[in-house]
């Protein structure tokens, strides 16, 4: 069974509630159609019931919730709580009525901080500021996290490298270039995003143009700093280690002869790479002509489950986002 498989396998266990608001997008029907006829997830689409029959063109969605902003029962109190946590911004009820009216995605994340949604996927027409905007400014950081953070799952055919050619990638869709400590704080979440997803030991390689001193620059060290902050921070008995070229990390023979005696190298699972340009690069190459697949950037360190598409994505991206979704959602549960 691939990775999707078993995380449609769980998901189909805790049946959680995805939100789905890009309702203008044909996409959205086709995986939700699939979604639903899996039964991994209960969706629920926000926007009217003319708008939704308009856009779903010949896709099943029964057994979906449409939810419409203008009517629903419980947009009032939406409304009045986006006030509440907003109101030091300058937010008002005419403001929060009028921006939750006509930007679902806002209305989305309401409907996960009121706990009427377990999650919500959003993407595939929208940017990764103005998906992961509304989830800062309402659902903030998890308690005891320092900053959220994305990852791709890189799940790449006929690979004995990684997990059974599953990997993470992090951060590749985010974080522009983060100082030392944030680069700890990436590599421990998605060190935890791992286990979750996969039931696997993660093994964590900070990545770097160097291994063990090969090169000498403020990159490196940097990398280094970044190293001693996670082992600090680290659960006991992590496997996690740099700084490390991505063949030493990956490559058995490569790893034992450039890090001999690294825990980690030619092992690595979970790739931490020093920073967006890098990791955005790097999984863009894997997916392109490894024929990988790419799920992501999925988020990590939010309060609530929200997950984002990149705008290329398939139907059956969509699809998937919404099973992991879930599976994070039984986590926070």
Known sequence: ????DEIKAKAKLGKKTIVLPETEDIRTYEAAE?????????????GSEEEIAKNKGDFDITGAVIVDPKTYA?????????????????????????LLLTDYLYYGVMMVKMKDAD???????????????????????KPGVKLVSAFF???VPDCDMGADGTFIFADSGLEQ????????????????????????????????????????????DKVLEALRIAKENAPEGLLLDGELQLDAAIVPEVGASKAPGSPVAGKANVL?????DAGNIG????????????????????AAPVNDLSRGCSAKDIEGVVAITAVQAMAEA
């Open 177 to 220: 270039n983060p100082d030392p400590e944030k680069l700890a704080a990436i590599a421990l979440s998605s060190a935890e995003s791992f286990a979750l997803l996969t039931d696997k030991e993660p093994i964590v390689a900070m990545l770097s143009h160097s291994t063990k001193g090969s090169a000498k620059h403020a990159d490196v």
């Open 34 to 46: 699939a979604v639903l006829k899996e039964g991994t997830a209960n969706l629920i689409l926000v």
């Open 283 to 302: 999984y863009k190459l894997v997916q392109r002509l490894a024929k990988a697949e790419a799920y992501g950037p999925l988020t990590q360190g939010i």
């Open 1 to 4: 069974m691939g990775f999707i």
């Open 119 to 141: 999650g919500m996927v959003s993407g595939a027409c929208h940017s990764t500021a103005d998906t992961l905007r509304p989830c800062l400014q309402i659902l903030k950081t």
């Open 153 to 155: 799952v890189m799940v």
């Open 74 to 98: 419980k947009t009032d109190a939406y409304v009045e709580k986006l006030v509440e946590l907003r109101e030091k911004k300058g937010m008002t009820p005419e403001k929060a009525r009028e």
């Open 272 to 276: 931490v790479f020093p920073d967006l």
